[in-house]
């Protein structure tokens, strides 16, 4: 029997999360799954794999620009190249952890507010007062977000979630699983739905 579940673990800094967080929810609704979010840190995975972004590679950082664009105009969904990229994203990692463990119902606003904010609007977010803006424009009190993000407890289940997904063979994001089957990059996603079917 197949395993109903995806696991998706992501990072808002990965414009290939992004595209695939634009995707998902349709895979898991059309196939009857349930889309478990994982926030991991890729930083964290790319440290402990030896990968490395895409980006840094000279060659392939166009190119690979160029088809996150193509994708995202087969999915009808926007899309542009944050200026600001890279964007560190330990503290909204921490914020999408902590949303998650205390107001699961509201992990998707938090999730689409973010994603929007740099795959689509192309802010700056590795600054905090535009970090607060997006985060209270989408309904959260920023100073909250702010405690839960820092809260040990958030710290420690980031780590967590970033060490299982290294323990279970992923390298970069996205990744998603159903049952023990990996698939890495928005580019497999149809691999995805087969594995549901």
Do not use: C
């Amino acid at each position: 029997m197949t395993d109903k579940t995806i696991d998706f673990y992501f990072d808002f800094g990965s414009p290939a999360a992004y595209l695939a967080a634009t995707q998902l929810p349709h895979i898991a609704a059309d196939t009857g799954a349930t889309l478990a979010w994982k926030p991991m840190l890729l930083g964290g995975v790319f440290q402990a794999t030896g990968n490395h972004s895409p980006a840094d590679i000279k060659s392939k950082g166009p190119y690979m620009n160029a088809d996150l664009k193509r994708f995202a105009k087969r999915y009808g969904v926007p899309f542009a190249h944050n200026p600001h990229f890279p964007i560190n994203t330990l503290l909204l990692m921490r914020g999408a952890t902590g949303v998650q463990m205390q107001h699961p119902e509201r992990f998707a606003s938090y999730a689409d507010a973010v994603f929007q904010a740099i795959w689509v609007d192309g802010l700056n977010m590795n600054d905090p007062a535009t970090v607060g803006g997006v985060l209270q424009a989408a309904g959260f009190d920023a100073a909250e977000l702010v405690a839960l993000a820092s809260a040990q407890a958030t710290k420690d289940q980031l780590k967590a979630t970033t060490q299982e997904a290294v323990t279970r063979g992923v390298f970069g994001a996205p990744t998603m699983f159903v049952g023990d089957d990996m698939f890495w990059g928005q580019d497999r996603l149809d691999f995805v739905r087969e594995a549901l079917a």
